[in-house]
């Protein structure tokens, strides 16, 4: 800015930057022209976010704005790899609408009976826990063998004979310790 008696002021040596799209700036735009002398002084690149502080060297942004920059694209990656992976895990392992039907025809338990149909029309019974939960109604079965089997959730039903342990009474057991009120079992009576 330059005063009447033509002098200019010191604080208000800032020249504009070049657009960030555009080539970098030609040496004499980033400068002004001292009036008289033929000095040039280097005028300082504001920030293009804040508009306020100085930006870094060769750069556009300050540090304060930079580091802001730079959060927001950090948690917009780690937002978009959740959704990707809970994508894969819905095509893949948990399906929601596969868990839901299962919990609405056989209940929260995962112990099942599992009716395969063969080629020649008999029918036999496997009883399994299921691992997965699979898209178009499917869910796979870990059976009493160790193989892992996927079935139609039509074909699955719960296993009424089934006793669970209470997991309490389990770590009791396990640990050898016991409780007050429980009968002490020793690790080698275990079946």
Not at 1 to 27: F, H, I, L, N
Not at 61 to 81: A, D, N, V
Not at 113 to 140: H, N
Request: hydrophobic residues 30%; contains cysteine; aromatic residues 6%.
């Amino acid at each position: 800015m330059e005063y009447k008696d033509g002098q200019q002021s010191a604080d208000q040596t800032v020249a504009t930057p070049c657009p960030p799209d555009s080539p970098p700036c030609p040496p004499g735009n980033d400068a002004t022209s001292g009036q008289g002398e033929g000095s040039v002084t280097q005028a300082t690149r504001l920030c293009c976010k804040c508009k306020q502080a100085p930006a870094r060297k060769n750069q556009w942004s300050c540090l304060k704005c930079h580091r802001e920059m730079m959060r927001r694209y950090r948690l917009r990656y780690r937002q978009e790899l959740t959704r990707l992976r809970k994508i894969i895990e819905q095509l893949t392992i948990n399906n929601d609408y596969t868990l839901h039907e299962f919990e609405k025809r056989i209940g929260k338990k995962r112990r099942v009976i599992v009716e395969k149909m063969d080629v020649s029309g008999s029918s036999s019974y496997f009883a399994g826990q299921v691992v997965a939960f699979l898209p178009a109604e499917r869910v796979s079965v870990l059976i009493e063998t160790g193989e892992l089997i996927t079935v139609d959730l039509a074909a699955v039903k719960r296993d009424e004979s089934y006793v669970e342990i209470s997991t309490e009474w389990e770590a009791s057991v396990h640990t050898g310790k016991r409780r007050r009120g429980q009968q002490f079992i020793p690790r080698s009576a275990h079946w």
